[in-house]
Each structure stands twice: as structure tokens, then as C-alpha cells.
């Protein structure tokens, strides 16, 4: 198939025939004659994806969908231990999912439901993950902006722990600026 700027992708018509991932991808079925056996065979059209504007990497990045049922750094942006790590890769997911349901052979020759559903289940996935790291930082603030709720007295520096002080992460940037420490407004009854 000849796709735009003159690049070159093999397409393998047999491994998209009896796809479970196709199901329901009417159009790109009829436009790739692997779907319904009432029309008339025809042979694929293989400027398609040039008259189209598709790029070789967006058929790379449809080809890992159909093949695996997750898109670039899905994995990553779940499996990660580090949590600044895991949410540099949560973003950079969020930003490939919705880059790849807006342009490129998801949007042009779609609909394809299983990659909708996709986009549902990752998205309520992430905003989930967005919700539980509010919650925890709410209620368990490190430092004085996390703390919303405005639950804690807070200071810097290097302390023992005395008064209730508690002492949360180091202050970034500065050994010598030492850590936060908190401690519980007193309420007034």
C-alpha cells in the first residue's frame, strides 16, 4: 500500500480477515474487501491510503491496536513502579489515545467499536486514577500546596519531632532548606 509522502507498508489481508478486533469496522472492512461476501469482490485500491493522507506510522499504530488491543504507552502508564514516571507515560498516553481517535485510519475509515470501547475503558481508567490521587493528596498532603483542605499547620527546616510535628518529604531543591513538617490545626469547639 502506497500511503502519503511516498511511503511503502505491506498489508497482510488474511490477518485482518477473521480479526475479533474488526468486528463492526464496516467501512474499513468494504474499503479493504474482507467483510461482507454480498458485494461484489474488488481489488484494493493500494493509493488508498495516499487519495487518504494516512502515514505509514498510522498504520503501524493501527496494526499494534489489531494486534495487541492497546496503543503506545498503555503498558507503561500502568505498570510503572515510579509514580512521577507512571504519570509522565499516564500523559503521554492520554495524548497518543486521543491523537490516534482524531486522525490517521481510527478516524478515516472507522468506525471501529472494540478501539471506541478502548477509548471509554481508558479514559475512565485514567480519570480514575486522577480522582484516587486527589483523594490521597487531600486527605495525605506532603507538602503545604497539596494541603486543599487546609488541615495542617506547616514549616521548613531541619526539626525533631516535637509537638505533634510531623515530618512529610524534603523541601525540593535545597539541602540545606531541610523538609516539610505538619501538624494538625486545633479545633475549636
Same mark, same amino acid.
Given at each position: 500500500?502506497n500511503c502519503a ?5 505491506i498489508?497482510?489481508l ?7 478486533r474488526?468486528?463492526g469496522?464496516c467501512?474499513?472492512k468494504?474499503?479493504?474487501?474482507i ?7 474488488e481489488?484494493v485500491?493500494?493509493? +488508498?491510503f *495516499? %487519495?487518504? $493522507?494516512?502515514?505509514e /506510522? ?5 496494526l499494534?491496536f489489531i494486534?495487541n488491543?492497546?496503543i503506545?504507552y ?12 507512571r504519570?509522565?507515560?499516564?500523559k503521554?498516553f492520554i495524548q497518543t ?5 482524531n486522525s490517521g485510519?481510527?478516524?478515516?475509515f472507522?468506525?471501529f467499536?472494540?478501539f471506541?470501547?478502548y477509548i471509554k475503558?481508558?479514559?475512565q481508567r485514567s +480519570?480514575n *486514577? %486522577?480522582? $484516587?490521587?486527589?483523594? /490521597? ?6 507538602t503545604?500546596?497539596?494541603?486543599k ?5 506547616w514549616?521548613?527546616g531541619?526539626?525533631n519531632s ?5 515530618v512529610t518529604i524534603?523541601v525540593?531543591g535545597s539541602?540545606n ?5 505538619r501538624r ?6
Amino acid at each position: 500500500m502506497n500511503c502519503a509522502q511516498n511511503k511503502k507498508v505491506i498489508i497482510y489481508l488474511n490477518e485482518l480477515r477473521n480479526n475479533e478486533r474488526l468486528e463492526g469496522a464496516c467501512v474499513f472492512k468494504r474499503l479493504f474487501n474482507i467483510g461482507d461476501k454480498d458485494f461484489k469482490a474488488e481489488k484494493v485500491n493500494t493509493e +488508498l491510503f *495516499n %487519495m487518504y $493522507n494516512i502515514y505509514e /506510522q498510522d498504520w503501524y499504530a493501527f496494526l499494534n491496536f489489531i494486534r495487541n488491543g492497546r496503543i503506545e504507552y498503555d503498558m507503561s502508564s500502568q505498570y510503572i513502579e515510579k509514580e512521577e514516571e507512571r504519570d509522565s507515560y499516564q500523559k503521554l498516553f492520554i495524548q497518543t489515545l486521543d491523537s490516534q481517535s482524531n486522525s490517521g485510519i481510527f478516524l478515516k475509515f472507522g468506525p471501529f467499536p472494540v478501539f471506541d470501547n478502548y477509548i471509554k475503558e481508558s479514559t475512565q481508567r485514567s +480519570l480514575n *486514577n %486522577m480522582i $484516587n490521587k486527589k483523594t /490521597q493528596i487531600a486527605n495525605n498532603p506532603m507538602t503545604p500546596n497539596q494541603d486543599k483542605l487546609l488541615l495542617y499547620k506547616w514549616k521548613t527546616g531541619h526539626f525533631n519531632s516535637d509537638e505533634n510535628w510531623i515530618v512529610t518529604i524534603p523541601v525540593p531543591g535545597s539541602v540545606n532548606r531541610g523538609s516539610y513538617w505538619r501538624r494538625l490545626k486545633k479545633s475549636i469547639n
